[in-house]
């Protein structure tokens, strides 16, 4: 399995746009896809969206679809999360997390479907 770490978290403005990065170290071709989530402070944690490594099929949570965009680098291992048009209510730490799949449909959005995470960073949008 992989060992996900992200960074690239920090403070933006409400309307502005930010870059979250996440490198899969240890990825084989065994490695499916990876997710990205997001939990807010008393919240429960929720999917944000995810993509496969090979083909880069997307899926996104519909509170970010049209103002997120998650891409990958397979040569560097890295997957990639723009966000845009950010709302205080993205406010959250973000985790990006590995899934050896197979993945279809809805199982892109469990929790359980992923078998290592990251540390998380925190992403603050202010008003």
């Known amino acids: 399995q992989v060992q996900p770490v992200e960074s690239g978290g920090g403070l933006v403005q409400a309307g502005g746009s930010l870059r979250l990065s996440c490198v899969a170290f240890g990825r084989t071709f065994s490695s499916y896809g990876m997710g990205w989530f997001r939990q807010a402070p008393g919240k429960e944690r929720e999917f944000v969206g995810a993509i496969r490594w090979s083909g880069g099929s997307t899926y996104y949570a519909d509170s970010v679809k049209g103002r997120f965009t998650i891409s990958r680098d397979n040569a560097k291992n890295t997957v990639y999360l723009q966000m845009s048009s950010l709302k205080p209510e993205d406010t959250a730490v973000y985790y990006c997390?590995?899934?050896?799949?197979?993945?279809?449909?809805?199982?892109?959005?469990?929790?359980?479907?992923?078998?290592?995470w990251g540390q998380g960073t925190q992403v603050t949008v202010s008003s």
């Open positions: 997390a590995g899934s050896q799949g197979p993945l279809s449909g809805s199982r892109w959005a469990s929790g359980s479907e992923y078998d290592s």
